[in-house]
């Protein structure tokens, strides 16, 4: 069961969020917050895997409280659920510890899989989201790759094109014990703390491009 608080400054997106939740295998409520201050609030009480959190609210935004959630209870995943994609929401969300991005035109069945994914420890953004991650946070011409071997490279190509460690293994033809291997290696070389960041160290350093 992945425990999931909802932040939104909107009592009417609130309580539907919570309502859409309630119809989602596997998913269990465990609190809701009109503002940041309310949303760490909620998660230093402990049992939450994961926080929906709105950017634009009063009090603490959904950005600071992002931060200091992912600082105090580095357990815990932060998706975010905003009107807001331009660069510079999503850039400041994942700097603050975000694992994934959506907005709120994603349905039940995105929201409910987005949830899975990164409390799973994935990421998962919007296409529309990705292509401008990829655009604002990705500068071109950084050469060299941390000292990562062919294989490591391979892996975290296949990683930044969203795939999953299963899909990995068997992309490669590897087992996943080796895939989770592959990647805590890589992740310890090149400093990244989950998926998005490996994400966007991918693009920078040209292992993969947006085309």
């Not at 603490?60 to 009107?83: E, F, N, W, Y």
């Not at 510079?88 to 949830?115: H, P, W």
């Not at 990562?148 to 391979?154: D, I, P």
């Amino acid at each position: 069961m992945i425990r999931v608080v909802v932040a939104d400054d909107q009592q009417v997106v609130r309580e539907g969020l919570v309502a859409l939740l309630g119809l989602i295998d596997g998913v269990q409520v465990a609190g809701a917050a009109a503002n940041g201050v309310e949303a760490v609030d909620l998660v230093a009480q402990g049992n939450v895997d994961v926080v929906l959190m709105d950017l634009r609210m009063p009090v603490l935004d959904g950005t600071q409280a992002t931060a200091r959630i992912t600082a105090d209870h580095p357990g815990v995943a932060v998706l975010v659920l905003t009107t807001y994609a331009d660069d510079a929401s999503i850039g400041n969300a994942l700097r603050a510890g975000a694992r994934g991005y959506l907005t709120k035109d994603a349905g039940r069945a995105e929201i409910g899989a987005a949830l899975r994914s990164t409390a799973a420890g994935q990421s998962t953004f919007d296409p529309e989201v990705s292509k401008r991650l990829i655009a604002g946070l990705a500068p071109a011409g950084d050469p060299g790759n941390d000292g990562l071997t062919a294989r490591e490279t391979e892996v975290l190509r296949l990683i930044a094109r969203g795939l999953s460690n299963p899909e990995i293994a068997g992309q490669l033809f590897i087992s996943e014990a080796t895939v989770k291997t592959h990647i805590n290696n890589t992740f310890a070389k090149i400093g990244a703390r989950h998926r998005a960041e490996a994400v966007r160290y991918a693009y920078r350093k040209g292992i993969v491009s947006e085309a």
